[in-house]
């Protein structure tokens, strides 16, 4: 899917898909894996609010619970301008993707590219455990 249209998902899935009540700060994410398909996400809030989860894990793990394992890249879009995935959100998608391309999204014409890197840089990750890509 081309970046624009990814980012469109995103910004659909803050509209549509955010549970918020105590922040009322909007995030959607919208994943595209190695097969095409694409799974969005928004931020879900706990009043016990160490439960929250991101926008970025809903939609990447909603992605592995059906089975899809590489994202060839994520859209980020909130409800403030260049809203950088929080650490936990790079540590998850670090394990699901070498070569993502991470987009962080103002709107489908206003956006960043970056990789995870150059956002979480000497990761620790399956590599440390012996593990390879293929799990
Ligand atoms: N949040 C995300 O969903 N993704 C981010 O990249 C940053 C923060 C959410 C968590 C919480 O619901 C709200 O934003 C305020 O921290």
Redesign the pocket.
Known sequence: MNTQDLIKLAIKAKEEMTY?PY?K?R?G?CVEMEDGSVYSGG???IASYSA?N???RTAIFKAVSEGKRSIVKIA?A?DSKD????GI?RQVIREFGDNTKIIIANSENDYKTYTIEELLPHSFNKKDLGVSDNV
Not at 83 to 86: A, E, K, L, N, T
């Open positions: 918020a922040s700060f995030v994410a931020n879900i809030e929250t991101c926008a970025e980020i909130a809203v950088f995935p929080c959100c």
